[in-house]
């Protein structure tokens, strides 16, 4: 008799690191047996000031949504769930540190719309239209870089670089600043990856290094841009003045924070999965290359389905209430686990499938319908279709070419490393 190895319930801890760092087929089979069996499991608080200089002693436990229903419900309730008390971090951070690394992800109305309309306008589909020139541009020059080297690492050469230079230009970092941007991205994000985490190991103490370092590049450069204003975002925020308030050098600095943590880490995830998925399942880039724009319409949100760079999004009960069935209390924490919603069988069919055509796609990888909802989004649709796009056309027969390596994070389905190969080509305009 063959034995099929069945996951316990009770063998799943999301607070374990380690289970962060197993590839993601591992973790959605997890998530598939809480979505089945226990879909708002009540888990631990991870001991995170254990190993650090930083005391932070963990709460008292966090709920997990698991399914696709209890995520979109908790998205559009944002006064019964709210995201002030922090929405990146499980455990409790003193209030100011909340506000210095989440900024206004972690705020409430009337706080949070007054800060997400200065910046809105940059991220319209209207304006993002407007830099798909540029965006190109340097996707082309990326691509062109290993053309001819007949192989490269799909992460660091294409991925991580184009989403860097992206944003990067929008907040006006000059090129000189980028390094630091990626590696400090890289520490904050990924939170206890080796790879990332200089000498020591105090992670926590890292991402608040790595945050400080930021917020001083942050302050140098609203100076600079106090006297001379650019058409970057970076002026548009020391520029405002909301009601007679402009921005304080705390709020400066965790926009800045904020907007290169998100605009970096999760695109680069993006595009790194879709060459994955691509390469994995060649019917459905055969679907792509035939016709790269029609497919697109459908694939790049199936990209960001499969994907779901990010993990999870917190959110914290302000009254006791039910959420089906569960009571849940004044001041409890809840976490949208957003790949487990993803491949929600009440939802899609077929979940574990990778259909670039599917439609509809109610996915949740940029958020559920609500007030936080990615800011990013056309952005990051942008840069996946136009990378993808000039990758499937300039390098046709691209594909990977070895096991891809995960990044060990709480917060993104992260890869560090993807090596391709391809015919080499000569560099073309
Ligand atoms: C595929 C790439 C991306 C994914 C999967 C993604 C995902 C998300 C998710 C899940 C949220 C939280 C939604 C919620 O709490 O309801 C979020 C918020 C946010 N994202 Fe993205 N994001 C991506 C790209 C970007 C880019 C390129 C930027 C550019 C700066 C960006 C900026 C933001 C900002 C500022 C917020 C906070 C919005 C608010 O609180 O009002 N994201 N994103």
Request: charged residues 25%; glycine residues 20%.
């Given at each position: 008799m063959i034995r099929v190895p069945t996951l316990a319930?009770?063998?799943?801890?999301?607070?374990?690191?380690e289970f962060w760092g197993r590839p993601p087929s591992e973790r959605h089979a997890s998530f598939a047996v809480l979505r089945a069996e226990r879909p708002i499991a009540f888990f631990e608080e991870p001991d995170l000031g254990r190993d650090s200089a930083l005391a932070l002693t963990p709460g008292p436990g966090y709920r997990v949504l698991s399914r696709h229903a209890d995520v979109v419900e908790v998205s559009r309730n944002p006064d019964l769930y709210?995201?002030?008390?922090?929405?990146?971090?499980?455990i409790d951070l003193p209030e100011e540190l909340v506000e210095f690394f989440a900024g206004m992800i972690s705020t409430d109305n009337p706080r949070h719309a007054r800060l997400r309309s200065i910046v809105s306008a940059a991220f319209s589909p209207r304006h993002i239209r407007a830099i798909e020139e540029s965006i190109e541009r340097v996707a082309v020059r990326l691509i062109n870089e290993s053309a001819?080297?007949?192989?490269?690492d799909v992460v660091t050469s294409l991925a991580a670089p184009l989403s860097l230079e992206i944003i990067c230009n929008m907040m006006g970092v000059p090129a000189s600043e980028h390094a630091t941007v990626l590696r400090c991205s890289s520490v904050i994000s990924s939170s206890s990856d080796a790879e990332y985490?200089?000498?020591?190991?105090?992670s926590l103490l890292a991402i608040f290094e790595a945050a400080q370092e930021l917020s001083a590049m942050m302050a140098d450069l609203a100076n600079h841009r106090l006297t001379h204003p650019s058409d970057d975002l970076t002026t548009a925020l020391v520029m405002t003045n909301i009601d007679g308030e402009a921005l304080s050098e705390s709020e400066l600095a965790s926009f800045f924070i904020l907007m290169l943590i998100a605009g970096n880490e999760t695109t680069k995830d993006s595009i790194s999965h879709g060459i994955l998925a691509l390469s994995e399942h060649p019917d459905q880039r055969a679907l792509w290359q035939a016709d790269p724009v029609g497919v697109a319409a459908t694939g790049i949100d199936e990209v960001v389905r499969w994907a779901s760079p990010v993990n999870w999004m917190r959110r914290t009960v302000t009254a006791d209430t039910i959420l089906s069935g569960e009571e849940l209390y004044d001041g409890d924490k809840v976490i949208l686990l957003y790949p487990s919603a993803n491949r929600d069988e009440e939802v899609f069919e077929d979940p574990f499938r990778f259909d670039v055509l599917r439609n509809p796609n109610p996915h949740v990888g940029f958020g559920a319908a609500g007030p936080h909802f990615c800011l990013g989004a056309h952005l990051a649709r942008q840069e996946i279709d136009v990378m993808l796009r000039e990758l499937l056309t300039r390098l046709p027969d691209i594909e990977v070419c070895g096991e891809p390596t995960w990044t060990q994070s709480r917060s993104v389905n992260g890869i560090k490393h993807l090596p391709c190969q391809f015919t080499p080509v000569t560099p073309s305009t």
């Open positions: 319930v009770e063998d799943i801890d999301l607070s374990d690191i709210c995201s002030g008390k922090g929405a990146l971090t499980i001819g080297l007949g192989g490269c985490l200089p000498e020591g190991n105090d």
